[in-house]
T-cell receptor, first 111, second 115 residues
């Protein structure tokens, strides 16, 4: 029973273009959503979060959009840079302090 | 310390042996988590410690897995009688409970290979 789903295992974009990473969830009780970035041989690092009472949160090149009715969120990176190439994990929190993670999407930004 | 420290970074063991993985969380962080990432999979929750409360062990896959947190700081994850399916990267994270999103800070992980 996967509560957080990232249906695209990989995504490839050109440098300077927009990267859009998608995430779907099933539990309507989640109250926060987070995105983490992971480079090989390193632990995941926190990128950006959004509360369930918001529909958008922006931090520099990174924006997260939340559509509660569709139980869908997305991470937009614009402009994309080669250094953004990593695995991106969507995570959700609600009811306890555990984070539930998706399987990740590997982003490759080509120069 | 400045970050979450895990040791060993790599461990190769034979099937049936016991292993211990260590995590040193960020000083002052009250919550400590263990997750694991198997090949091609996401981060799977294992266990969670919060202050002096009883740990949430709901993610431990079998009774061969156990963890303790001594003095509210360092944690050890023990896997007894290791099996090949235990091969994974074991990630420790810590956080400081406050209002807002619970942001976990992860260590670099311990890669376990069971032959």
């Amino acid at each position: 029973d996967q509560q957080v789903k990232q249906n695209s295992p990989s995504l490839s974009v050109q440098e300077g273009r927009i990267s859009i990473l998608n995430c779907d969830y099933t539990n309507s009780m989640f109250d926060y959503f987070l995105w983490y970035k992971k480079y090989p041989a390193e632990g995941p690092t926190f990128l950006i979060s959004i509360s369930s009472i918001k529909d958008k949160n922006e931090d520099g090149r990174f924006t997260v959009f939340l559509n509660k009715s569709a139980k869908h969120l997305s991470l937009h990176i614009v402009p994309s840079q080669p250094g953004d190439s990593a695995v991106y994990f969507c995570a959700a929190e609600g009811g306890s302090e555990k984070l539930v993670f998706g399987k990740g999407t590997k982003l490759t930004v080509n120069p | 310390g400045a970050g979450v420290s895990q040791s060993p970074s790599n461990k190769v063991t034979e099937k049936g042996k016991d292993v211990e993985l260590r995590c040193d969380p960020i000083s002052g962080h009250t919550a400590l988590y263990w997750y694991r990432q198997s090949l091609g999979q996401g981060l799977e929750f294992l266990i969670y410690f919060q202050g002096n409360s009883a740990p949430d062990k709901s993610g431990l896959p079998s009774d061969r897995f156990s963890a303790e947190r001594t003095g509210g700081s360092v944690s050890t994850l023990t896997i007894q009688r290791t099996q090949q399916e235990d091969s994974a990267v074991y990630l420790c994270a810590s956080s400081f409970s406050a209002s807002g999103a619970n942001v976990l800070t992860f260590g670099a992980g311990s890669r376990l290979t069971v032959l």
